[in-house]
């Protein structure tokens, strides 16, 4: 009986579905597309080599004076160590002046009194660290070696007549914008030194000694010296022949940037020279 419907077994319905909708399954598409022109480029004359160049390098002293808490009474100063660290070095172009900033670190040693008696004193050695500021400016004698520093020229609109208004037109403008970027001049502290003078004016004396006192507070006096160097990164050439053919083609590309200071100051600085 099985055999029997295994026989008569046809299909009675048969469908092929295909989809042809590739917009729900697939989102692949080019949203957009352009075809770039050529931009032109013009070789300029800046040099070889990009390398900070010496400006100037000057001894510079400053005079400093502070009063000094220790910690503690003591009766000795035992040893100083001073350090300088600068937190300013600014030049302001087209004075030629540079204005610094720091501080000295002084490392205080001192004998701190624990018991005397009429023989001798004995103590502790401690110590306290302070920081003494300091500020100061100074002219800079470049020998004609100054920094290359170009200003940033005015900007420029140029406006058009409307006939309708008998005046500027409200809608339309030319402008021009020219940004220069320069390299910044910086500073290098090349050595220092220092020298000062300790003194204790309000003193206290120690029973039993006469020519020892004790004190908390004392007058520090520095003489600093600090020897530096003004840097700027310049492109420079390498020595050998020149190529006239290339600074030609130069000569020919427009240069659109004042190379001057142009303000009274330069009147007033030339004067003073």
């Known amino acids: 009986m099985d055999s029997d419907k295994a026989k008569n077994a046809t299909v009675v319905s048969s469908d092929t579905q295909v989809s042809t909708n590739c917009g729900k399954e697939c989102d692949a598409a080019v949203i957009v597309a352009d075809t770039l022109t050529n931009a032109d480029n013009y070789r300029w004359w800046g040099g ?24 503690e009474p003591a009766y000795e100063i035992k040893r100083i160590e001073k350090q300088i660290f600068l937190t300013q070095c600014r030049y302001i172009p087209p004075t030629d002046k540079v204005f610094i900033e720091g501080y000295i670190r002084k490392n205080i040693e001192y004998a701190a009194k624990g018991c005397s008696t009429c023989h001798g004193i004995a103590g502790t050695i401690k110590d306290t660290t302070v920081h003494v500021p300091f500020k100061a400016y100074t002219k800079v004698d470049f020998c004609g070696n100054k920094p290359h520093i170009i200003p940033n020229p005015p ?23 020219v940004e220069i970027f320069n390299e910044p001049v910086y500073c290098e502290l090349e050595w220092s030194a220092v020298y000062d003078a300790d003194i204790d004016n309000r003193g206290r004396a120690i029973d039993g000694f006469m020519n020892e006192e004790e004190f908390q507070e004392f007058t520090d006096k520095s003489v600093v010296y600090l020897c530096m160097k003004l840097l700027q990164k310049q492109q420079v050439c390498w020595p050998g022949p020149s190529m006239p053919h290339f600074k ?12 001057e200071w142009d303000s009274p100051m330069n009147e007033l600085l030339d004067k003073k020279q």
Do not use: H
């Not at 160049?53 to 400053?62: C, N, S, T």
């Open 48 to 71: 070889d080599y990009k390398i900070p160049k010496v400006l100037a390098e000057f001894i510079i002293q400053i005079d400093s004076e502070a009063k000094i808490r220790l910690n």
């Open 248 to 259: 030609d083609d130069v000569k020919n590309v427009p240069y659109p940037v004042n190379t």
């Open 155 to 177: 900007s420029l609109i140029a406006r058009y007549f409307d006939e309708k208004r008998m005046g500027k037109d409200i809608r339309e403008a030319d402008r021009s914008n």
